[in-house]
């Protein structure tokens, strides 16, 4: 459960956390270089106990935003914002006014038209085995430049979920959303989801993409990257059911403007 994001200024790999135990929580940085394949572990230490946090680059701030987690000692969540610098190597907390509600699971992207970081998604209470959680459906937009968070409530939002992936496709100018689970409990079944949904962020408006076929189907906890030079998504893993077993191995590329999936699977 590390979060990973891109820093093009560094041409650099960024990771950040993961979990090496139920109970422990890492609050190490990396920094991976794929021309020389090697990575460096960096001096600079994140937010501690942040579980599920998610993080998205800021291209014109040249900086990685960091918000939420969950913290397995109190089981709660964190509502803070934290920005990582790769070339001072150093983490700040920022401390916004206003935030969106602590949460974990959820999902960001960056959006280089509007210059504002995109949450939306997300387990917002406390995931205690003798509560019922809730999970967010507004999208939230954070302005690095002047340390603010904005709610921006849709009618057009799907359901809300958690473990979906949230990615900007450059040339559409658009927010890509696939997937994600609900879960009516920590300890409930959960229903995994196929949808493809398009979010422009300047009309505040959700749009649904017609299901094609082939596609991934059902998928949660996946990897799913924008690539700007064939501009198409891959999507990597997931969880394809209810269990915790049922994951899948498979490779898939989109193309958003023929809405064509293909399954480019390689077996090790």
Not at 105 to 131: E, F, Q, V
Not at 148 to 170: C, F, I, M, N
Request: zero cysteines.
């Amino acid at each position: 459960m590390a979060a990973l994001v891109y820093d093009s200024e560094s041409d650099r790999v960024i990771l950040f956390g993961g979990t090496r135990t139920r109970n422990s929580t890492s609050r190490e940085t990396w920094a991976y270089d794929y021309n020389t394949d090697t990575w460096t572990q960096m001096k600079g230490q994140g937010p501690a106990k942040h579980l599920g946090t998610a993080m998205a680059y800021d291209a014109e701030s040249d900086r990685v935003i960091l918000f939420g987690g969950f913290d397995f000692d109190s089981y709660q969540n964190f509502q803070d914002t934290w920005v990582y610098d790769y070339n001072t190597d150093t983490w700040t907390q920022m401390k916004p006014d206003n935030s969106p509600p602590g949460q974990n699971a959820h999902a960001m992207t960056y959006d280089p038209d509007s210059d504002r970081i995109i949450l939306w998604g997300g387990y917002t209470k406390t995931p205690d085995p003798s509560n019922v959680v809730s999970l967010d459906s507004s999208v939230w937009a954070y302005d690095y430049n002047t340390n603010t968070w904005e709610q921006k409530v849709s009618s057009s939002a799907p359901g809300p979920r958690l473990d979906h992936a949230l990615v900007y496709d450059a040339n559409a100018g658009m927010v890509l959303m696939y997937g994600g689970s609900d879960r009516p409990s920590w300890t409930g079944q959960m229903t995994n989801f196929r949808d493809l949904l398009t979010y422009n962020v300047k009309s505040n408006s959700w749009e649904s993409i017609p299901e094609p076929n082939p596609f991934p189907g059902t998928l949660s906890r996946f990897a799913m990257v924008y690539i700007p030079d064939t501009d198409q998504f891959i999507v990597f893993g997931g969880q394809v059911g209810g269990g915790l077993e049922n994951y899948t191995n498979q490779t898939w590329i989109y193309d958003l403007n023929t809405n064509t999936w293909a399954e480019v699977t390689r077996e090790p």
